[in-house]
């Protein structure tokens, strides 16, 4: 007779081929009932409402949302699909936010339907789907589906938002307007709609953000139809507005937006830069003096249990896998010598920045060099696979406890880049140490280790303007994640940078 383990692992084998089918989310009828209770009871599943069902781990705390936020998107999707077929749709609103690259999953949804009830319906961890009767549904061709979500394109979502959205989400609105490479089919839409007020506000858009041209093609072909058009600015007054290439990739565009919507409040937030040491060489003295602080923190923040103890045996050469059992199979050890090797390369790229190199274009190489260092002592301990260190992921990645989402794995190549160009072309340390890291981490360009690299890249930013090593200790850690969170989700990066700048502070005083 199988045992209660032999049974256990039965019904995983069956979760596991649903998983490797892309079905995170899980309708009940696709597993048995003896099979899906099992897996309830162990804590492998969760139900979301009756008769559907999201993969989870066991392990997980009390009140962790991930398993959700990573199947939020194809929950909805499935479940739109179930009770609507194909008539069904997300609002203008959420479809730019969307096809903008903000992936915040919202508190709640609502669902267009010719079959819609009117009715709220409650899912886990405080979000929810509206479901509204749609009694003329849009055309199809106004429609694209993506990730199975059927959205509004962004000439149609452009049109159909109201004028707030503008005001309330300007990031949004200005990727979306980028990503418009000539404004026909925007124009389309207007001329056979005769939508003046609209067309008014489109091209005030459009001229605020810095795309003239496309205004004034818009306001003479309406001139031409017979029109007359009033043309007004919905965005705030006061926005800060970068330039965006037309038709940019719309995760550029947001990154490339967020930062200049942030800089001027980093600057408030920090001092003046000192400038370049003038003694080098007690600038690096400092950087090593620091270390055992800076392993023993930035590794608790990620949950290793480290010692000072151990980080000093790893400095000192007393690690030693070849020979000693413990070392080898030891994922704290493991993750300590990696992060004693990847500090002494940031201390070698801090070494040129101080000596005045460009600090975006040398950490734009130098970034893979350190991430290799990090978890090359757990490769070759065969912890991890070697393709551990190819580079970026190939995969979806998720944040415990948030409800912020890193953007799509398939993203992440344009994004880094664009990250990196900022970085080159900021004139202002303060801003390439505060903002550098937050994107780092906001873009999660590697399946692990996003914390530790987004911490060595603020700290060799900080370098060029000759702030001094900044560690972020373990025991701040909520206030610390709470601050991304605010600039992830809220686009405030004030409570990041105000901590940031305290920090700073604290290591000045040291260093004196």
């Known amino acids: 007779m199988p045992t209660p383990n032999e049974k256990l692992a039965a019904a995983l084998a069956e979760l596991e081929k649903l998983q490797a089918a892309g079905k995170h989310v899980v309708r009940s009828e696709e597993l048995s009932r003896v099979h899906r209770e099992r897996l309830l009871r162990a804590g492998f599943l969760q139900q979301i409402i009756r008769g559907w069902l999201i993969a989870s781990n066991p392990g997980t705390a009390p009140g962790e949302g991930t398993s959700w936020f990573a199947s939020f998107w194809e929950f909805c999707a499935r479940y739109c699909e179930e009770r609507f077929a194909t008539a069904w749709h997300l609002s203008a609103e959420q479809s730019l936010m969307l096809q903008a690259e903000n992936t915040v999953i919202p508190s709640q949804v609502i669902i267009y339907s010719p079959k819609g009830t009117n009715n709220s319906m409650s899912l886990l961890f405080g979000t929810s789907f509206y479901d509204l009767k749609e009694t003329q549904p849009p055309p199809d061709t106004d429609l694209v589906v993506r990730d199975g979500l059927r959205l509004f394109s962004v000439d149609a979502a452009l049109i159909k938002v109201p004028e707030a959205f503008f005001a309330a989400k300007p990031i949004e609105a200005q990727v979306a307007l980028a990503t418009v490479r000539e404004p026909s089919g925007l124009l389309h839409r207007l001329l056979a709609g005769g ?13 605020r953000i810095g795309r003239t041209e496309t205004a004034d093609e818009i306001r003479a072909a309406m001139k031409g139809a017979g029109y007359g058009v009033r043309e007004s600015d919905p965005f705030v007054p006061g926005h800060e507005f970068g330039r965006l290439a037309a038709a940019v990739a719309p995760i550029v565009g947001r990154i490339q937006s967020m930062w200049d919507a942030m800089r001027a409040a980093v600057l408030r937030a920090f001092p003046r830069a000192p400038g370049l040491p003038a003694d080098r060489q007690a600038y690096l003295h400092f950087v090593d003096e620091i270390y055992q602080s800076d392993a023993y923190h930035s590794l608790s923040i990620e949950g290793y249990q480290v010692t000072p103890d151990l980080i000093e045996r790893v400095r000192a050469g007393g690690w030693s896998p070849e020979s000693n059992d413990a070392d080898r199979q030891s994922r704290d050890a493991l ?8 500090f002494q390369l940031v201390k070698r790229s801090v070494e040129e920045i101080i000596g005045g190199a460009n600090s975006g274009a040398l950490v734009r190489t130098a970034h893979r060099d350190w991430y290799r260092e990090l ?4 490769v070759a301990a065969g912890i991890i696979p070697a393709t551990a260190l190819a580079g970026y992921r190939n995969d979806f990645v998720f944040l415990r406890t948030s409800r912020y989402v890193p953007p799509r794995w398939e993203t992440v190549r344009d994004a880094m880049p664009a990250l990196f160009d900022l970085l080159e072309s900021e004139t202002e340390p303060a801003v390439r140490g505060v903002l550098g890291h ?3 981490g906001y873009i999660h ?8 690299m987004a911490r060595f890249l603020m700290n060799a930013m900080l370098a060029s303007g000759g702030y001094p090593w900044t560690v972020v200790r373990v025991e701040d850690r909520v206030r610390y994640l709470r601050a991304l969170d605010s600039a992830s989700i809220d686009l405030n990066i004030e409570p990041f940078a105000t901590f940031l700048a305290a920090r700073m502070a604290w290591s000045a005083s040291q260093a004196h």
């Open 375 to 378: 978890f090359q002592p757990s």
């Open 445 to 452: 360009p590697y399946m692990d280790g996003n914390g530790r």
């Open 195 to 207: 939508n003046s007020v609209v067309a008014g506000r489109l091209i005030g858009a459009f001229r």
């Open 335 to 342: 993750a300590a010598r990696g992060y004693w090797q990847a």
């Open 438 to 440: 937050w994107l780092f």
